[in-house]
């Protein structure tokens, strides 16, 4: 059975850092591309980051130069380190097993606000 959990979200003050991180089960993340969305109150969900197997990444424009994502094959995680944040970043931040495994982690609040 495949399960993500994510972890790391909270409160921070706008121009913050947070730094998300998905431990995968029953998937092996290095074999995987992985992908970290968010969805806003009322918006639909957006990919924000997403790795591929051989470690090329893709950022969304709104946050190219402030996001990072990574994976850490020994620890079978991936993290989204988060800088620079706005209040408009609020959202639930879900990771995302995106092939050959699918499956959604069940999401982590991140709150930007002073």
């Known amino acids: 059975q495949v399960q993500l959990v994510e972890s790391g979200g909270g409160l921070v003050q706008p121009g913050g850092s947070l730094r998300l991180s998905c431990a995968a089960s029953?998937?092996?993340?290095?074999?995987?591309?992985m992908g970290w969305y968010r969805q806003a109150p009322g918006e639909q969900r957006e990919l924000v980051a997403r790795?591929?197997?051989?470690?090329?990444?893709i950022y969304a424009d709104s946050v190219r130069g402030r996001f990072t994502i990574s994976r850490d094959n020994a620890k079978n995680t991936v993290a989204l380190q988060m800088n620079s944040l706005k209040p408009e970043e609020t959202a639930v931040y879900y990771c995302?097993?995106?092939?050959?495994?699918?499956?959604w982690g069940q999401g982590t609040q991140v709150t930007v606000s002073s």
């Open positions: 029953g998937i092996f993340l290095r074999i995987n591309t």
């Open positions: 995302r097993a995106e092939g050959p495994r699918y499956e």
């Open positions: 790795i591929s197997n051989s470690g090329s990444t």
